[in-house]
């Protein structure tokens, strides 16, 4: 397998064609940045001595060490938007009171 099959499958997995854009014609200005750093990912980490089986175990784990970077970005988002001072729900109770204390 060469480095341009390799990015061919990843293509097939995409949204839309920009992988494979992106891999054909690097200089060009990317539209999405998520594809560049797919592309980025697969060429740093390719190797041409490896079987396709390899290539392809150590694409997967590239992959899925990206995914967990960003399952921990969103969760870190997620967790201060969450625990933000946004009014509650109910609109009714400020930070310094509790809704569930009874007088």
Request: charged share 30%.
């Amino acid at each position: 397998m060469n480095l341009k099959d390799l990015i061919k499958i990843a293509n097939k997995g995409y949204s839309d064609d920009l992988i494979i854009e992106y891999f054909e014609d690097p200089v060009r200005p990317s539209e999405d940045g998520l594809a560049e750093f797919i592309v980025n990912e697969l060429t740093d980490t390719f190797d041409p001595e490896s079987p396709d089986e390899m290539q392809l175990h150590e694409a997967v784990r590239v992959m899925e060490m990206a995914c967990v970077d960003i399952e921990g970005v969103i969760n870190s988002l997620y967790l201060r938007w969450c625990t933000s001072h946004l009014p509650p729900i109910s609109g009714d109770w400020t930070d310094e009171e509790d809704p569930d204390e009874t007088d």
